[in-house]
């Protein structure tokens, strides 16, 4: 752990407002960004991940250093994340969001391409089928994907912060990418001609 | 048709398609890409699905809502602090671990709505033993119901009042005219009693809420004076002057003002004086 780090754990175990706003400061984007990726709505970014920073406020003093501050903020976000996930899907609100979702991608300036589909690609067509196929993905393999290929984590930080090994990892990362081979069998040429 | 690629190396596959495989791994996994061509079609498809579903897009957010993130963080954080018992408190543990062991248990419901009514029911004969009126008066209820109380030496300087009309109306009113001489000594020693509480009622009453009680006791107490020195029983002249200082002062009329002013003004000086109440 950098001493950067352990001084501003110290800090922060000391009660200084100044230290948790550093750690906001430093962490906000990236924890907003894993919440996004992980649920595809900015309110529930929002929302997630400072929900996180409460969370960290209130058990900074149980923090003993054994992981990475970073990856202990990530397993608190993917946690809150999996909870909402169980949640909307036991209130039946999933289908509603997907919709709201669709909406806020349509109106999202970085999505140009989907504000006006008949500039839709063939390439973007396929990046947006592929990124709903993520959500077909049980939430685990979501969440090891979403921490590997879009958080660029590496395999062996995915099993502390989640917990499991770094075999289960890998086993699960590659099921996920079995089901995105089979969305992208679709758009095989042999099959479109 | 997809490619399926040798069980054996599908850890090796996932680790190299993510850039995790290691130097003696990496090795093992060329000798048998060199030979199994499922394998090396797989590696091929991943790399393309990978490409494919490139980096997320995610929504752009402006600066205004990153620079004003740590105020609402603040704002909940404040909210929180103010609502819901803090998670690592005793209470919110026991909530939490309510919540994760018996919220999903199927005999929660039934056991909760038992509970819920048995609770009802505790806390209708809790409310109705402690609430309802009973049928004897306790003290309390005695209390509740007492005009609100006045203090000692106000009370007492009110007694005295109306002790001192009293005497001075008898005084006014006595014949005077008649045949039997009449006889003063009961006047004079209650004026002489009046005059003693008086003196202590001037300690006890307070200068400044009390102004113009004091005035009249004042008023009243050289007219007390008079009386009890009457000298005899037959000191018609004395009475005379004490009945003239009586309406030249209008003693009787003030006294009467004084003690609709008391009636009026008395629960309000309760509550603003000393705990020493009646």
New interface residues.
């Given amino acids: 752990m950098a001493s950067d780090e352990k001084e501003l754990i110290r800090r922060l175990q000391a009660g200084e407002t100044s230290a948790f706003?550093d750690l906001?400061?430093n962490h906000?984007?990236a924890l907003?960004?894993l919440a996004?990726?992980l649920l595809g709505n900015?309110q529930d970014a929002?929302d997630i991940s400072?929900e996180a920073?409460?969370?960290v406020?209130?058990?900074i003093?149980?923090f003993r250093g054994e992981a990475q501050l970073g990856s202990w903020m990530y397993r608190i976000v993917v946690n809150l994340c999996l909870n909402r996930r169980r949640k909307k899907a036991l209130s039946e609100m999933e289908l509603r969001e997907s919709f709201e979702e669709d909406e806020?991608?349509a109106a999202?300036?970085?999505?140009d391409h989907a504000a006006n589909p008949e500039k839709v690609t063939e390439?973007e067509m396929?990046?947006q089928h592929?990124?709903r196929a993520l959500d077909k993905l049980s939430p685990q393999q979501k969440t090891i994907f979403?921490l590997?290929?879009?958080e660029d984590l590496?395999?062996a930080e995915i099993g502390k912060i989640l917990k499991i090994s770094e075999?289960t990892v890998?086993?699960q990362?590659?099921r996920a990418?079995?089901k995105?081979?089979?969305v992208?069998?679709f758009y095989k040429p042999d099959l479109v001609s | 048709?997809?490619t399926t690629p040798c069980k054996k190396y599908?850890?090796f596959?996932?680790?190299k398609?993510?850039g995790?495989l290691r130097a003696a791994e990496e090795s093992k996994l060329q000798a048998h890409l060199d030979e199994c061509r499922n394998c090396r079609n797989?590696l091929v498809?991943?790399e393309?699905?990978?490409g494919?579903?490139?980096?997320?897009?995610?929504?752009?957010?402006s600066e205004h809502f990153?620079e004003s993130?740590?105020q609402?963080?603040v704002q909940?954080?404040e909210k929180?602090e103010r609502g819901a018992p803090?998670?690592?408190s005793v209470f919110g543990r026991i909530a939490e671990w309510l919540r994760e062991k018996w919220l999903a248990h199927p005999l929660f419901v039934p056991l909760a709505r038992t509970a819920g009514i048995l609770g009802l029911l505790v806390g209708g004969v809790v409310i109705g033993h402690y609430w309802w009126p009973q049928g004897g008066s306790s003290e309390q209820q005695i209390a509740q119901l007492t005009p609100p109380a006045i203090p000692v030496a106000q009370a007492r300087a009110e007694q005295w009042l109306e002790r001192s009309k009293i005497l001075l109306i008898g005084l006014v009113n006595e014949d005077l005219s008649g045949e039997a001489k009449p006889d003063f000594s009961h006047q004079r020693l209650v004026s002489r009693t009046l005059l003693t509480e008086a003196r202590a009622l001037n300690r006890e009453l307070d200068p400044a809420a009390d102004r113009q009680m004091l005035q009249l006791m004042t008023q009243l107490e050289l007219i007390l004076l008079q009386i009890a020195n009457l000298e005899t029983e037959h000191d018609l002249s004395a009475v005379e002057l004490v009945r003239d200082g009586i309406a030249h002062d209008g003693l009787l009329l003030k006294i009467n003002i004084a003690e609709l002013a008391q009636q009026n003004t008395a629960p309000k000086k309760a509550r603003q004086k000393s705990p020493e109440v009646l």
């Fill in positions: 706003r906001v400061e906000k984007r907003f960004n996004y990726d900015a929002e400072q920073f409460i969370k406020y209130r058990s003093g149980d806020m991608h999202t300036p970085t999505s390439a396929i990046r592929l990124r979403v590997r290929h879009d590496p395999l075999g890998k086993s990362l590659f990418l079995r995105l081979q089979e992208l069998a | 048709m997809n599908e850890a596959l996932t680790a398609i993510f995790d797989f498809e991943m393309d699905v990978l494919k579903i490139g980096t997320p897009q995610r929504p752009e957010r990153w993130y740590w609402r963080l909940r954080l929180a803090a998670q690592d």
